[in-house]
Nanobody, 124 residues
């Protein structure tokens, strides 16, 4: 399973960006998809996640400013980021887990996959 992330860029504080992440390849199903970010010199941390049922979870620093959505038909998630702050500057990675294809298109082994990352820079 390959994840392709896009939508990063340079924006002023208070601005908005929308990230996209699309899954491609052969898989039976995708369960959870999420966004993570890694600032220079820091570890990669969860930002938001969404299950296949549409349940969402956000970390405290982005609650009320970021919205994660999912288009299951397109195997794509989005992260709408508003009121961006300089501390949101990081490389943003998408993640997915699910089941690979087994025999006769039955559920196979579990998989996890990371996208390549997209840079978000917020200037003050």
């Amino acid at each position: 399973v390959q994840l392709q992330a896009s939508g990063g860029g340079l924006v002023q504080a208070g601005g908005s960006l929308r990230l996209s992440c699309s899954a491609s390849g052969s898989f039976h199903s995708i369960n959870t998809m999420s966004w993570h970010r890694q600032a220079p010199g820091k570890e990669r941390d969860l930002v938001a996640r969404i299950t296949k049922l549409g349940d969402t979870e956000y970390v405290a620093p982005v609650k009320g400013r970021f919205t994660i959505t999912r288009d299951s038909g397109k195997n794509t998630i989005y992260l709408q980021m508003s009121n961006l702050k300089p501390e949101d500057t990081a490389v943003y990675y998408c993640y997915a887990d699910g089941l690979a294809v087994g025999k006769g298109w039955s559920p196979g082994r579990a998989f996890t996959s990371w996208g390549q990352g997209t840079q978000v820079t917020v200037s003050s």
